[in-house]
């Protein structure tokens, strides 16, 4: 299954991240495991996505439990189950 989400410029990516795969799976973002700072560092991930890259189409991709996470810096998270139809 694909979740598609809108992300505000103001949101921390970490925290949205977290929520998104949380909704994905339907169970709370705080029993999430693994946690998203064994996949992938938050701080290289804001820094990927911050406004200096602006000119720069962005796109990071990374395997986060049974699903696959894409963040772009255009505000668009995507969140695809790596278990194809199970999900």
Same mark, same amino acid.
């Given at each position: 299954?694909? !979740? ?9 990516? *970490? ?7 949380? #909704?994905?799976? /339907?169970?709370?973002? @705080? /029993?999430?495991?693994?946690?998203? !700072?064994?996949?992938?560092? *938050?701080? @290289?991930?804001?820094?990927?996505? /911050?406004?200096? !890259? ?5 796109? @990071? ?8 996470? #894409?963040? #772009?810096?255009? !505000?668009?998270?995507? @969140?695809? /189950? ?6």
């Amino acid at each position: 299954m694909l !979740y598609t989400f809108g992300i505000m410029k103001d949101d921390v990516p *970490p925290d949205t991240i977290e929520q998104a795969v949380a #909704t994905a799976l /339907s169970v709370d973002a @705080v /029993s999430l495991q693994p946690r998203l !700072y064994d996949v992938i560092d *938050p701080n @290289v991930l804001v820094r990927l996505l /911050s406004d200096r !890259y602006v000119d720069i189409p962005v796109q @990071v991709s990374f395997e986060f439990g049974s699903h696959l996470v #894409t963040v #772009t810096n255009e !505000y668009e998270l995507i @969140v695809q /189950s790596l278990r194809g139809a199970e999900q």
